[in-house]
């Protein structure tokens, strides 16, 4: 089958299309009919070799994290899932595996799609959305009435983030350029800052939470933002010692590493009085049934900035990188299974 494989880390050119062996289902995965992937950094910053430390892959590997298709056969051991159910899901991050006509997917990562979602928008959502989630709902536990800042609101995990905290009852600052402030606007983002003219943490304070999807000089802003007490969430940071450990947990060394390379940003929360933290997304199917729900009781809306044909998906990747998308950048598997 046709797969978009990464032959050594480096730059576009270490990628490309090519033939690789059908994947065969353990007793607990699901082999899908990949109809559409979803594109996200963490694939351009794999092919980089930005990870390694974290994630090690035995090459060549067929990249992608995420997809929307069909059951076309199911592990011995598969209770929830049929041939023929649409699904969507965060494949497993030790493979990945979604840029491929056919992907093995774990079956509790997987969720019958939204009935109102199309292959391409459904496609969009797991590893973004499920970030958002888990981040504001568990790790911020956003409440009725708070006061949340999240920066880089108008790419692919922003859109989703801006929604999901004004579905939890907060009021939602975020910072956007001028050519993403009216998107993220129409999703409910009550205060924008435009960062390329301004400084955030010169005109806004006393947040109950921040969650940055920026990194380096963002975040570091961000810890003058919250109040005292309050919790600074990245995806885009270092990740600290207590979420190394638990994720990651590969042994002291690597703790010890994250421990001196997250020590400038836990010493900067520190002098601020208030909490830093890192997260990782999970996979989870059961999260991703619950973003359904919002999506079909139209309470969560799917932003798609462009939807590729799979032979561009080199393309996409160098829009991706560009780093200016808004929202979601997805590509499409043509009818036909080779
Ligand atoms: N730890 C995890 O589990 C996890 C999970 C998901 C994502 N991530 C990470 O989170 C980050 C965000 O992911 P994403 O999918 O949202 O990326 P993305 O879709 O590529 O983000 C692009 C958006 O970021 C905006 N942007 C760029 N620089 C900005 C700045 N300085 N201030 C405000 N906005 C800025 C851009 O707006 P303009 O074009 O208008 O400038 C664009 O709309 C990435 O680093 C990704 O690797 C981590």
Known sequence: ??????????????????????????????????????LNPV???TRRGDLRLVQRYRLP???????????????????????GDRVFARVAKSTMGAFARFAVVEDDHAAVMPASLDFATAAAMPLAGLTALQALRD?????????????GGAGGVGTFAIQIAKHLGAQVATTASPQGEALVRQLGADTVVDYTKESPDKVLS???GAFDLVGGHALEQAFAMVRPGATVLSIAGMPEPQ??????GRGMGLQALFWVASFPLRRRARQHGVHYRYLFMHPSGKDLSELGRLVDAGALKVIVDSVYPF???????????AGHAKGKIVVTMPDGSE
Do not use: H, W
């Not at 067929?62 to 899932?81: D, K, M, T, W």
């Open 61 to 83: 590997v067929v990249l992608g994290n995420e997809l929307a298709g069909e059951v076309v056969a199911c592990g011995g051991q598969v209770q929830r899932f049929r041939v």
């Open 43 to 45: 694939d351009f910053k």
């Open 139 to 151: 790790e911020l536990r956003v409440t009725n009435g708070q006061r949340i800042f999240i920066s």
């Open 243 to 248: 979420t190394a450990s638990k994720d990651l």
């Open 311 to 321: 032979e561009r998906i080199a393309e996409a990747m160098s829009r991706l990188e």
């Open 206 to 208: 006393g947040f109950d």
């Open 1 to 38: 089958m046709q797969a978009f494989v990464l032959k050594a880390y480096g730059g576009p050119e270490s990628t490309g299309l090519t033939q690789v062996l059908l994947p065969e289902p353990a007793p607990r995965q699901l082999l899908v009919r990949v109809r559409a992937a979803g």
